[in-house]
């Protein structure tokens, strides 16, 4: 049985629970590991699993150990102005510095209609569509983007130079759950990558270039080519032009400059990771948040009556041959709660292990898993 199929569902209590204690162990304070624990589960609630505890170790726990990544916080407001915020994140928690500066952007938008706050030398902030929700919740509309280490080949390059720049969008509705648009500006993103990964499975043709141009599917040494250079993501539409690769090139460099002009932050190779004589480093990462307040130009109610039913209309639409649904952005997410909440989070053998590790490795031996029998 491969560990694509070897699959246990570990309770979201335990996960969080288990995630935040692992943070405070290597020095997150507590109140700070709670935030990134709550950013990685929600990603998991939500059937993302590219982003959720699959990257606990990897991106977050392995970095703190490496030093590239400081367990402490210490968030620098640089300049602050009635609708405006630039902060430093000084290499401190992404989930953390991001969850205050969209809180931030939404306060602002509540005072004065429109908040943006942008943030510079921060960390891998997780499951984007956490702080677009953090908006609708409050109804408000939400909209972030972040740079990332270089992946994504301009169209008709084959060199990787930008990240997957996800540019993210969350807008309430009066439905049970908000119009979420959670995207990479690339055809498929290295998370994603990753969940091939850790279930030994080759990825599908059309996402990975090599120098040549040439499609790749050897997923581990993808993941290790993407990091020398010598691989690169196809951005969203596919090489070239004919199919639209240089939208999603388009917008990824948008993504880019947002998330790096605003704020003096790093771009570009700037976020590799590596200085010039290949020792790890801080990644530096830039974000941007946005936050509009609904009732600075019409009524809530209406607003969301309005975008609900442009939603099931979508969804109502005439359906191709052979297909009996039509989505709109944040439904399957809703359905991946629906079908997960009372069972929890899928965890492969591959994943049991790296959760085993850290218990080890932090002593947390209060803690024993489903998959552990």
Request: net charge negative.
């Amino acid at each position: 049985m491969s560990s694509s199929e070897a699959v246990t569902f570990v309770p979201f209590q335990l996960l969080i629970e288990f995630m935040t204690d692992a943070f405070v162990a290597i020095g997150v304070p507590r109140s700070d590991a709670a935030i990134c624990a709550d950013v990685l589960i929600e990603s998991d609630m939500h059937g993302i699993d590219s982003h959720g505890i699959g990257r606990f170790k990897s991106i977050y726990y392995d970095r703190i150990k490496a030093g590239i990544q400081q367990p402490v916080t210490e968030l620098e407001l640089v300049k602050d102005g009635p609708t405006t915020a630039v902060f430093d994140g000084n290499h401190g928690m992404g989930m953390v510095i991001s969850n205050k500066a969209m809180q931030t952007a939404m306060d602002k938008a509540r005072e004065f209609g429109l908040g943006m706050t942008v943030v510079r030398n921060s960390t891998h902030y997780g499951y984007c569509g956490y702080y677009a929700r953090m908006a609708t919740r409050n109804g408000l509309i939400g909209i972030t983007g972040t740079n990332a280490r270089p992946s994504i080949a301009p169209t008709f390059g084959v060199e990787n130079m930008l990240g997957t720049n996800p540019l993210v969008f969350g807008i309430p509705t009066d439905e049970d759950f908000p119009f979420v648009i959670d995207c990479a500006t690339s055809v498929s993103q290295r998370g994603k990558i990753e969940v091939y990964d850790r279930a030994d499975k080759d990825l599908p043709e059309g996402w990975v270039i090599d120098q040549g141009g040439t499609y790749r599917t050897d997923t581990k040494q993808i993941l290790v080519d993407l990091v020398k250079g010598t691989a690169a993501l196809v951005p969203l539409g596919g090489m070239g032009e004919t199919t639209g690769g240089h939208k999603g090139y388009g917008y990824a460099a948008v993504v880019e400059i947002l998330s790096a002009a605003l704020q003096d932050g790093a771009y570009l190779k700037g976020l590799l990771g590596f200085d010039e004589e290949g020792n790890r480093q801080p990644y530096a990462l830039g974000h941007f948040f946005i936050a509009i307040n609904v009732e600075a130009f019409i009524e809530l109610a209406r607003f969301k009556a309005i975008s609900g039913t442009i939603c099931r209309a979508l969804r109502a639409s005439n359906k191709a041959p052979g297909q009996d649904r039509i989505w709109t952005a944040g439904e399957k997410e809703n359905d991946a709660w629906q079908a997960r909440k009372d069972k929890g989070a899928p965890v492969n053998q591959n994943l049991q292990k790296q959760l085993i590790t850290v218990r080890e490795e932090t002593g947390l031996t209060q803690y024993r898993f489903p998959f552990e029998g």
